[in-house]
């Protein structure tokens, strides 16, 4: 019946259109009756004189107007199907939209300019920008496309200018503020480092990254040293034990046997202070889940220094890297939509 996809079904007691009207834009979508209806329209004007006159109705506006922006983003973040934010769940996109500002541009406002320092990611909510070059337009891009997303992990410098073509709203997310997102989700931020600079990966991003992890135990295998991702494992089981001390105490002793014991079937390089308090706190029953931490931060700084090194020098690593959905050119931080761009112009 209609030549064009429904995004959305409005029924009694709904409103729309109020982004175009409180930020000037055109309207993105068309309405259309199915059947007969009666609606109530405001004037964008009246209301917006309306707003100036009452400040308890205006402060509830402002706020309305950032959570639908938000909102509106978060939709569209997964219509368009960013590539580094793939696998977030509702939960991510929500702690994300409250990371983020809103923020308003007039037409032919400079967002930042080429050689300024990135510390922004931007996504286009409404409008379009234009992207230049030492003067020469590159691309352009509008709504549901994103660039800057490089400086949430790396400092760089801007290589390009972008300018608006026209009004436009921007989620702007700054560096501090994602990583605050980044840390509270360790596999998030992993698979984030992993697909703009993986050369950039700590051990913290390699373990929290389930093909990073499988490369890398393959090189531990590959240099006989693989009894250090299993202790790794184990404690990592261990910590998660409910707070059950018999259970504790039980596979305390089977972690020591294994790995911290000269005995053990695969021992790992512990200091000794730190195995004779291990042995000391299983001997008095004193286990906790923080038992095996010490010895934990050993091997990890081990792990994360020389042998880390190591991996990034090694062809598992570059294995590693062209198993991903990484960008061509990433350090030039901007989108895979900005690249296919230059790449059409070029």
């Not at 309405?31 to 009452?54: H, I, M, P, R, T």
């Not at 030492?134 to 801007?158: C, H, N, P, W």
């Not at 840390?183 to 990966?201: I, R």
């Amino acid at each position: 019946m209609f030549p064009f996809q429904e995004a959305h079904a409005y029924k009694p007691g709904d409103y729309f259109g109020e982004f175009a009207m409180c930020t000037n834009l055109p309207h993105t979508n068309s309405a259309v009756a199915k059947e007969k209806s009666v609606l109530f329209s405001l004037n964008g004007s009246d209301f917006l004189q309306f707003l100036k006159q009452v400040k308890e109705v205006r402060s509830f506006w402002k706020a309305y107007f950032h959570k639908t922006v938000k909102n509106s983003m978060i939709s569209q973040l997964k219509r368009f199907n960013v590539p580094f934010l793939a696998d977030f769940t509702e939960d991510h996109y929500s702690m994300a939209a409250e990371l983020t500002s809103v923020s308003q541009f007039l037409p032919d406002s400079v967002i930042f300019r080429e050689g300024d320092k990135g510390d922004c990611f931007y996504m286009i909510a409404k409008g379009e920008v234009q992207v230049s070059v030492k003067g020469q337009t590159v691309a352009k891009m509008g709504a549901g496309e994103y660039f800057g997303e490089i400086a949430l992990v790396k400092d760089v410098s801007r290589t390009a200018t972008v300018t608006t073509l026209g009004a436009c709203v921007l989620l702007c997310c700054h560096k501090v503020q994602f990583q605050q997102l980044l840390d509270k989700f360790p596999s998030m931020g992993a698979d984030f480092q992993a697909l703009l600079a993986p050369e950039d990966m700590t051990i913290k991003h390699v373990l929290n990254h389930s093909t990073a992890l499988s490369f890398f135990s393959k090189m531990l295998e590959k240099e006989f040293s693989a009894e250090n991702m299993k202790f790794v494992r184990a404690v990592s089981s261990y910590r998660k034990i409910a707070n059950d001390n018999e259970i504790q105490i039980e596979k305390a002793e089977e972690i020591y046997d294994v790995f911290i014991s000269r005995a053990g079937s695969f021992p790992v390089n512990v200091l000794h202070t730190q195995k004779l308090d291990i042995e000391d706190k299983i001997d008095s029953n004193t286990v906790d889940m923080t038992l095996f931490d010490d010895c934990l931060d050993h091997i990890l700084h081990m792990l994360g220094t020389d042998t880390l090194t190591r991996f990034k020098h090694d062809r598992l690593f570059r294995q590693f890297t062209d198993s991903l959905r990484r960008y061509k050119n990433a350090e030039a931080g901007y989108s895979p939509h900005y690249r296919r761009k230059i790449a059409h112009l070029n």
